[in-house]
């Protein structure tokens, strides 16, 4: 069966290092995006990519960067990770006709120390 | 700008309906959508409305939707301890494969 999931599910991290979340898709699906979930926020788009080569910022891009070398997966990376970053990270792709539909991972935990 | 706005707790006794309501702000916003979110887990969708539509039910779920108001409910009868979870409205265009998300609504079921 086709699915979406992200490595580590969880992760602790000190202030300043370099961190990358794994996102692998099965789907086939051109996009695909990361959010994240802090409480009171609800999910807020961190980056997005509609296909291979493409990126794009969502609205909380700063210190977060992502790249899309082949359809299946989509490495967020936090260059110097802060505290203001320890969240919950989700992964989630879609295809690029009918509806919307956003199929999601599980979720990796960040501590950032 | 775009934006979903949603109450952030509710709470029933089983057996009862939930009403869990959301608004949104962009006219042009062509599919809705109620997640579900349970502990540990990540998002599943639960149904969609198309925005030509007022109405959709499935099963146990109803969705209306007054257009003019811009606003969206998901109802759902005979509410179980299994529905207990966070749940997220989303509204998506079709000029962009982005969906705006809700705060999301924690729905508490008390036996």
């Known amino acids: 069966d086709a699915e979406i999931t992200q490595s580590p599910r969880h992760k602790i991290t000190e202030t300043g290092r370099q961190v990358t979340l794994a996102c692998h898709q099965t789907?086939?699906?051109?996009?695909m995006f990361w959010y994240r979930q802090d409480l009171g926020h609800g999910l807020r788009l961190i980056h997005y990519?509609?296909?291979?080569?493409?990126?794009n910022k969502g609205e909380v891009s700063d210190g977060y960067s992502v790249s899309r070398s082949n359809t299946e997966d989509l490495p967020l990376t936090l260059e110097s990770a802060a505290s203001s970053q320890t969240s919950v990270y989700f992964c989630a792709s879609s295809r690029t006709s009918g509806s919307d539909e956003q199929f999601f991972g599980p979720g990796t935990r960040l501590t950032v120390l | 700008g775009e934006d979903v706005e949603q109450s952030l707790f509710l709470s029933v006794r089983e057996g009862d309906s939930s009403v869990i309501n959301c608004t949104y702000t962009?006219?042009?916003?062509?599919?809705l959508y109620w997640y579900k979110q349970e502990p540990g887990a990540g998002l599943q969708l639960l149904t969609y409305i198309f925005s030509n539509m007022d109405m959709k039910q499935d099963q146990r779920l109803t969705v209306l939707l007054n257009k003019k108001d811009k606003h969206l409910s998901l109802r759902i009868a005979d509410t179980q301890t299994g529905d207990s979870a966070i749940y997220f409205c989303a509204e998506g265009t079709d000029s962009s494969y982005k969906l705006i998300f809700g705060s999301g609504t924690r729905l508490l079921v008390r036996p």
């Open positions: 789907w086939n699906h051109n996009n």
């Open positions: 990519s509609y296909g291979v080569q493409d990126t």
């Open positions: 962009d006219s042009s916003s062509t599919y």
